[in-house]
DNA sequence: TTGATATTTTGATATATATCAAATCAGGTT
DNA sequence: AACCTGATTTGATATATATCAAAATATCAA
């Protein structure tokens, strides 16, 4: 609970009474590897937090799956549009390791939010900042090469390589297998 | 005032002291054409709202520039991390047309947040709604082809057209004007 | 250890789009 | 109307990456 606790002060600090709300709300997680956390047309009722683990977030694209992100560290995920929208989501998550996620539930977070400026000001900064990094990823994909994006992922998550196979990382980079193959094999 | 007020309200309505506040923090410009309401390199304090009119949001990459967004109709816009972070904008933003734009201070627009929660429900949807924006756009860009990007801005606005230039529209859908002429004779 | 399966690499070819260059076309100004 | 400048189209070629196919390698269970 202490990485999520700072995770979330470090976003917007809560005051006492708002933190052992917020705090509360958030259920805890052990999960085997190759867990599913949300299945493709489901609504997404959860944000998550991986405490540790890594976990996949995908879609299907003409048959094959697309990696969208890969949440590892102690980072947030969730199913965006189908989170706020309420909507039924076209992501699957599932962990690629044994994991100990934490989640809090749409109706709790939104209460919480309605019940306490504070926690509606944390929520805010979260999407901004999810926000901020959509922007960057989409500049990314958009002006960098194939080859320059692999960069960047070595550079933001070193570790990512020896854990993650590469035909998921493939995917999330925008490209083939393949390319990713011969990327590597040209450095 | 009138689009202004119905365009907030339609994201989050506001209780009479909330609307007062914040209705009456907007600013209003009359522009020509041509009229730079971000120079590159500025940190950028507003978020704008588009009356009538056009506004582009576009930056510099090897001498060329990029169109990252037009903005018409009844949209809100900004340079997202510059106004967020607070940090020098890599964006520029330049009336297309003789416009009406409204504007709110960052100053503002956080103190006001700080001081009503509604407000600040008000910005996290607002955020919420352009994440969600964002999210379609980089699936657009990273999935579909130059062909299909093209149809799918003709199908949300028919107008734009007839009202921006080609080059302008070609960089938006993230091709060369020359892609976008023989995608336009290929129809 | 031996299979059986999943993952990664390598090779040949195809394709969408970029780049460079030149030719038209359009809109405003004198 | 004639001009000028900027916008758009057309043509020839180059390039990054995808696709299809097969081989090689790693992983895991019996």
Same mark, same amino acid.
């Given at each position: 609970m202490d990485a999520l606790k700072k995770a979330v002060f470090g976003i917007s600090p809560l005051s006492p009474i708002e933190e052992k709300a917020f705090?509360? @709300?958030w259920k805890c997680w052990d999960l085997e590897k190759?867990?599913?956390? !949300?299945?493709e047309k489901m609504v997404s009722d959860y944000i998550y937090f991986v405490d540790k683990g890594i976990a996949r977030i995908f879609y299907h694209?003409?048959?094959k799956e697309i990696t969208e992100w890969i949440a590892m560290d102690q980072q947030f995920f969730l199913s965006i549009t189908s989170f706020?929208? =309420?909507s039924p989501s076209h992501l699957s998550i599932h962990t690629l390791e044994p994991a100990r996620i934490y989640g809090i539930h749409h109706t709790d977070f939104m209460s919480? @939010?309605?019940r306490y400026h504070e926690v509606e000001r944390? !929520? =805010?900064k979260m999407v901004t900042g999810s926000l901020i990094l959509s922007q960057i990823r989409m500049d990314s994909i958009q002006f960098e /090469? @194939? &080859?320059?994006? &692999?960069?960047?992922l070595l550079r933001t998550y070193p570790e990512i390589i020896q854990r993650?196979? !590469?035909? &998921?990382? @493939?995917?999330?980079?925008?490209? /083939?297998?393949?390319? !990713?193959?011969?990327?590597?094999?040209?450095?």
């Open positions: 705090m509360g @709300a190759d867990h599913v956390l !949300l299945r694209k003409n048959d706020f929208q =309420r919480l @939010a309605d944390l !929520l =805010r /090469t @194939a &080859y320059q994006r &692999y960069e960047r993650v196979p !590469l035909m &998921y990382i @493939a995917s999330f980079l925008g490209v /083939t297998l393949e390319t !990713l193959s011969r990327i590597r094999s040209s450095r």
